[in-house]
């Protein structure tokens, strides 16, 4: 039987890598890395770096170029389970290809595979397709979330109180729906006008080029639209979460 694992590197830093997920590169005999461009490069070079620190030879690497997804689309689920099937057919063909029966290959996560990760989703649908056979394990990884809240020194909930983890598209469409809530990709800025909300905002966490803001949204609002701005033109691409905190029960 071949053997897949899913293995959550962190948010960025080398450091981020737990011995379980180390140990797990250590028993890898392929690894497979979807290639997101060159603009995203440098996210394929912490993989290598990872895998050249802590794998063990022999060893291979076989790549695949990410299929590339509309996001200007108006039908924005379809148009995510399109590029999701069209990425699943990709690793199929990798896993089919590359991983021979008794191996063991895999796929080197960024954050936590658990949050906000198609990953997953991706291995179940090659799974259910039934073309290639596999058993597979998730090695879990510090995800964005933890990495911010670690930065900004302060917890993810309140005592006693619920936290909303959503989407920047979900927070434009709803609005607040909780008093502390964690904001995932979010391109265009939708915390403004949540004026009552303290803000933990953080990009490219865990990397050398890690920034981070905090401080009430009518306050530090500007200055992060500016800074995200001005990062993603620098690098041609962000990735980027913040925590928003109801001002009255910021301190608590």
């Not at 695949?64 to 108006?74: I, K, N, V």
């Not at 949540?194 to 865990?206: E, K, M, N, Q, T």
Request: glycine share 8%; with cysteine; aromatic share 6%.
């Amino acid at each position: 039987m071949k053997r897949l694992l899913v293995i959550g590197i962190g948010a960025g830093d080398p450091d981020h890598l737990t011995l379980q997920a180390a140990k797990a590169i250590a028993r890898t005999d392929v690894f497979f890395l979807v290639d997101k461009g060159e603009v995203k490069d440098e996210l394929v070079r912490l993989r290598q770096d990872l895998i050249a620190e802590h794998g063990r030879p022999p060893y291979r690497i076989a790549e695949a170029r990410d299929p590339e997804r509309d996001r200007d689309a108006s039908a924005y689920t379809a148009a995510v389970q399109d590029w999701r099937s069209r990425r699943a057919l990709a690793c199929e063909a990798l896993i089919g290809e590359e991983l021979t029966d008794g191996e063991t290959g895999a796929f080197l996560v960024w954050g936590d595979p658990g949050v906000y990760d198609s990953t997953l989703a991706i291995v179940e649908e090659i799974l259910q397709r039934g073309n290639v056979t596999f058993e597979y394990e998730v090695i879990p990884g510090i995800s964005s979330v933890a990495t911010l809240t670690a930065r900004h020194r302060t917890s993810l909930n309140q005592v006693g109180r619920p936290v909303h983890l959503t989407t920047g598209r979900r927070l434009a469409e709803e609005g607040a729906t909780a008093e502390d809530m964690v904001v995932m990709l979010d391109a265009h800025c939708s915390f403004t006008g949540l004026d009552d909300f303290h803000i933990y905002w953080g990009a490219y966490l865990g990397t050398p080029d890690e920034i981070l803001v905090s401080g009430n949204v009518a306050e530090v609002g500007d200055r992060i639209r500016e800074l995200r701005a001005e990062a993603r033109a620098r690098k041609g691409w962000i990735m980027d979460t913040y925590l928003l905190r109801r001002t009255p029960h910021a301190d608590r």
